[in-house]
């Protein structure tokens, strides 16, 4: 398995009819056809110091191999994702474990 964690941090500026379409576009990647588990997040209201709530959106994936994930990382769902929403990221991180 592959588990694919990326964390959003939008600008400032974004609006929130804007996070609603950023939201809405996340959940299209669920239909990509080699995602095995999905789940959209936002930070959950738990004040510990180890846990950083500092992001927007938290999206996580999972694939059954790399093989699966390199599908996910080029079908068109993903690009569009990206093409249309890119301009709205302050800040990207990703975990990918195996």
Do not use: C
């Amino acid at each position: 398995m592959i588990a694919h964690h990326v964390l959003f941090w939008l600008k400032a500026d974004t609006t929130d009819e804007q996070k609603v379409a950023f939201r809405n576009s996340l959940q299209t990647l669920e239909n990509i056809e080699v995602v095995k588990s999905f789940y959209v997040g936002v930070p959950a209201p738990i004040e510990r110091a180890v846990v950083d709530t500092t992001y927007t959106f938290s999206l996580l994936i999972l694939f059954e191999d790399l093989a699966a994930h390199d599908v996910y990382q080029v079908h068109p769902l993903h690009k569009a994702f990206l093409d249309e929403f890119r301009i709205y990221f302050e800040k990207v991180v990703i975990y990918d474990a195996a």
